[in-house]
């Protein structure tokens, strides 16, 4: 389903009525745009929260943590640590 984004998505959640979790194993292969690629990422989990609330589905999402910091001592992530304009932070609900 990467081809399309979310838009190739939402047809397969509103196929199913009865449908309560969608997984989506990697944010980044909804995205397509190399360029501007934080935004892009950013829009995408913008629009896979709209498809949840609005299919009334719950969304367990796999992302990248591009700025993860190996070095540090504590390794657990951090919201810094998914990139995207701090957008896993604002749009998540559980992170």
């Known amino acids: 389903l990467g081809q399309g984004g979310v838009a190739a998505v939402r047809p397969v959640v509103e196929g199913w009525p009865s449908l309560r979790l969608v997984v989506v194993d990697g944010l980044e292969s909804l995205v397509d745009?190399?360029?501007e690629r934080e935004d892009a990422?950013?829009?995408t989990l913008l629009a896979l929260k709209r498809l949840a609330v609005?299919?009334?589905?719950?969304?367990l999402l796999v992302a990248h943590l591009p700025a993860l910091d190996r070095t540090r001592p504590d390794r657990r992530p951090?919201?810094?640590?998914f990139g995207m304009a701090h957008a896993a932070g604002v749009f998540a609900d559980i992170v």
């Open 78 to 81: 951090r919201l810094a640590d």
């Open 54 to 59: 609005e299919c009334r589905v719950a969304v």
């Open 33 to 35: 745009t190399p360029t």
């Open 41 to 43: 990422l950013a829009a």
